[in-house]
C-alpha cells in the first residue's frame, strides 16, 4: 500500500531564506508524485508534479522538487522565501496500476516571517 | 471552464439528519475522489471511483456512501449524520497520470 510522511506539521522560515518542505512516500510500484498548496479556505492547487523522466522537476511561484528513488523522497525547495508563500502545503502519491489512488500526506504549514 | 465544482459550500445539519454533496466535473476524467480534510491530519481518502458506475472504500469509508451514476458526477451521502462528520470536504478529479483537480471545498457541521 502506498503512503506518504511528510516531516514536520509546521515550518518557519524568515522572508528571503531557503525553504525546505520534506516528504517520503512508499510505494509498491513506481510512483507519480505531486505537491500541493492550500492557501486560507480554498482547495488545492498544483505545484508541480513527478510522472516520468528528469528526475528534478520545477513548478510554479519559483518551487522545485526532486525525486531520489534510492531515498524515497520528493522534497519541496524553494531558494527564497516570499511572504505569499505562506500556506499549507501536501505532498501526494500516486501508483501507476488500475486502482489510482492518490495518497496525500499529513500537511506542513509554511510560516514566513518578516 | 468550471472545472470540478461542489455543492453546496456550506452546511449544518442536526445529528442523525442525511444529505447529499455533489461533485461535477466537465473535464471528462475517468477518476473521481472524495477526501476530508481535518486540523492536523491532513486529506483522508473517503471513496473514489475510476469509471462510470464504479466506486470503491477508500482510508475513512464508514458512514458515507457514494455513486457514479453519470462519469461526470460523483455523489457523496451521509445517511445518518454524526458530529464525527464535521468536517471540510473536498471533491478531485483527473485522468490517468496526471494531476487531480479539487473542488473549493464543502464545510460541513454536524451539531
Known amino acids: 500500500a502506498q503512503s506518504v510522511t511528510q516531516l514536520g506539521s509546521h515550518v518557519s522560515v524568515s522572508e528571503g531564506a531557503l525553504v525546505l518542505l520534506r516528504c517520503n512516500y512508499s510505494?509498491?510500484?513506481?510512483?507519480?508524485l505531486f505537491w500541493y498548496v492550500q492557501y486560507p479556505n480554498q482547495g488545492l492547487q498544483l505545484l508541480l508534479k513527478?510522472?516520468?523522466?528528469?528526475?528534478l522537476v520545477k513548478g510554479i511561484n519559483g518551487f522545485e522538487a526532486e525525486f531520489k528513488k534510492s531515498e524515497t523522497s520528493f522534497h519541496l525547495t524553494k531558494p527564497s522565501a516570499h511572504m505569499s508563500d505562506a500556506a499549507e502545503y501536501f505532498c501526494?502519491?500516486?501508483?501507476?496500476?488500475?486502482?489510482?489512488?492518490?495518497?496525500f500526506g499529513g500537511g506542513t504549514r509554511l510560516m514566513v516571517k518578516p | 471552464n468550471a472545472g470540478v465544482t461542489q455543492t453546496p459550500k456550506f452546511r449544518v445539519l442536526k445529528t442523525g439528519q442525511s444529505m447529499t454533496l455533489l461533485c461535477a466535473q466537465d473535464?471528462?476524467?475517468?477518476?473521481m475522489y472524495w477526501y476530508r480534510q481535518d486540523p492536523g491530519m491532513g486529506l483522508r481518502l473517503i471513496h473514489y471511483?475510476?469509471?462510470?458506475?464504479?466506486?470503491a472504500k477508500g482510508e475513512v469509508p464508514d458512514g458515507y456512501n457514494v455513486s457514479r451514476l453519470k462519469k461526470q458526477n460523483f455523489l457523496l451521502g451521509l445517511e445518518s449524520a454524526a458530529p464525527s462528520q464535521t468536517s471540510v470536504y473536498f471533491c478531485?478529479?483527473?485522468?490517468?497520470?496526471?494531476?487531480?483537480?479539487f473542488g473549493q471545498g464543502t464545510r460541513l457541521t454536524v451539531v
Open positions: 478531485a478529479s483527473r485522468r490517468a497520470e496526471t494531476e487531480a483537480f
Open positions: 501526494a502519491v500516486s501508483e501507476n496500476n488500475a486502482g489510482n489512488m492518490l495518497t
Open positions: 473535464m471528462n476524467h475517468e477518476y
Open positions: 510505494s509498491s510500484v513506481p510512483p507519480y
Open positions: 471511483s475510476v469509471g462510470e458506475g464504479t466506486t
Open positions: 513527478y510522472t516520468t523522466g528528469a528526475t
